[in-house]
């Protein structure tokens, strides 16, 4: 069914395609390369992420996604294809893909709003469904920049419930981390940035 859904193209394709990626049937391989042969540019991001879920030269999917919003983020245009190229990278990092993570943040950190919003979301997406993953992240960059870009995007978010369990497990995670631990000092500072 999705399969059919993705070759047929539409409304649906990016979501398809994603879903085909995360499902992670190698016999998907051959729709992803007839999707990629006609899907428009705001796809093509979505096309690589799911190949590279489904384990195919992912170190090269990855970093086509990295230049592709680099590339987009410095002409400043493809607005499309940059929030595209965010979810992508998304996809991989909650897949467990910390370079992907890493490029993220690294990349919105001198990018210009276009690109920075996209990421933003991308990253507060990634909070609300692997919290642990997102403090060991921020564990090992620059925490003050990370969680603003985390602010960023949990205002432009909807989910209360969702954000709620983060602080939640922000909280507990504080109160069980030793007081001179890296893990202690990040939650004092999501706790304090975010206000909650």
């Not at 979501?15 to 990629?36: E, F, S």
């Not at 006609?38 to 796809?43: D, E, G, H, N, T």
């Not at 467990?96 to 990421?119: F, K, M, N, Q, T």
């Not at 990634?126 to 990370?146: D, I, Q, S, V, Y």
Request: net charge negative.
């Amino acid at each position: 069914m999705l399969t059919a859904i993705a070759r047929q193209g539409g409304p649906l394709l990016d979501d398809a395609v994603l879903a085909l990626g995360r499902i992670g049937d190698p016999g998907a391989l051959d729709a992803l390369a007839d999707v990629q042969r006609s899907a428009p540019p705001p796809v093509q991001p979505i096309v690589h992420a799911a190949a590279c879920l489904l384990g195919a030269d992912c170190a090269a999917h990855e970093k086509f996604l990295i230049d592709t919003l680099k590339a987009t983020g410095e002409k400043n245009q493809g607005q499309e294809v940059v929030r595209a190229a965010a979810t992508a990278l998304g996809a991989l990092v909650l897949a467990g893909r910390s370079s992907a993570a890493e490029a993220l943040l690294a990349i919105a950190l001198h990018a210009p709003d276009s690109v920075r919003a996209p990421i933003a979301l991308a990253v507060a997406t990634l909070a609300l469904r692997h919290p642990p993953l997102t403090f060991t992240l921020f564990e090992k960059n620059p925490a003050k920049e990370g969680v603003a870009l985390l602010a960023e995007g949990f205002d432009m978010l909807e989910e209360d419930f969702e954000k709620e369990r983060f602080f939640a497990l922000a909280r507990k995670t504080y109160w069980s981390a030793s007081a001179d631990s890296p893990a202690r000092a990040l939650m004092q500072t999501l706790i304090v940035e975010l206000e909650f």
